[in-house]
């Protein structure tokens, strides 16, 4: 079974442009759910999506936004990027709405670096 | 003060010790506890799921939440290198709102 494939895996923007990350989830998986990772503020909860729809949301601006398809692929943009937007974003899918229910797998991420 | 407090390290041990690995947390409403481990450059895996207070066996991990003291830990058994990684502990609260609030997590090295 392929694993969740995230693309790109590099990007490199500017200060004020915008970014769109996708995520592929495991098949017949229906969560998926985005995060932020820095050295800085470590791991942070982005937004979930389940079945096209967006369930939950992490304190984030509304800069930050996604969305999901009905094949499960999804999809976050980032709009007028600022330095500290520079991270590791990484999407994971699950079966169920919470982990430990069925387990969750993460994708190896996208890292993105704004200048 | 941060939710969930947790030791960055790195925490070195010989392979073959047990290791313990802890997090505390502020937040008393939290339901779910979930520790996950980390190789570098990779994304993190999910070790183990907790709800509410007690332990759970898997293998040579055992996770134990501590409710009453907002603590909880993790137990490695017979260490060995390649469980060499940042491990990362997270909660949340339940009732579908799923909202992780993770530690910065901690490094271990095993060492042969």
């Known amino acids: 079974k392929a694993g969740v494939t995230q693309t790109p895996r590099y990007l490199i923007k500017t200060r004020g442009q915008q970014v769109t990350l996708s995520c592929s989830p495991i098949s017949g998986h229906r969560s998926v759910s985005w995060y932020q990772q820095t050295p800085g503020q470590g791991l942070q909860f982005l937004f979930e999506y389940f079945s096209e729809t967006q369930r939950n949301k992490g304190n984030f601006p509304g800069r930050f936004s996604g969305r999901q398809f009905s094949n499960s692929r999804s999809e976050m943009n980032v709009s007028t990027l600022e330095l500290g937007d520079s991270a590791l974003y990484l999407c994971a899918s699950s079966s169920k709405r919470e982990p430990g229910q069925e387990t969750q797998y993460f994708g190896p991420g996208t890292r993105l670096l704004v200048l | 003060q941060k939710e969930v407090e947790q030791d960055p390290g790195p925490l070195s041990v010989p392979e073959g010790a047990i290791v313990s690995l802890n997090c505390t947390y502020s937040n008393s409403a939290f339901q779910y506890f979930m520790w996950y481990r980390q190789y570098s450059r990779k994304g993190p895996e999910l070790l183990m799921y907790t709800y509410s207070s007690g332990n759970k066996e898997d293998g040579r991990f055992t996770a134990q939440v501590d409710k009453s003291s907002k603590y909880i830990s993790l137990f490695i058994r017979d260490s060995q290198p390649s469980d060499s990684a940042t491990y990362l502990c997270?909660?949340?609260?339940?009732?579908?709102?799923?909202?992780?609030?993770f530690g910065r997590g901690t490094s271990l090295i095993v060492h042969p």
């Open positions: 997270a909660m949340g609260l339940s009732g579908g709102s799923y909202i992780p609030t």
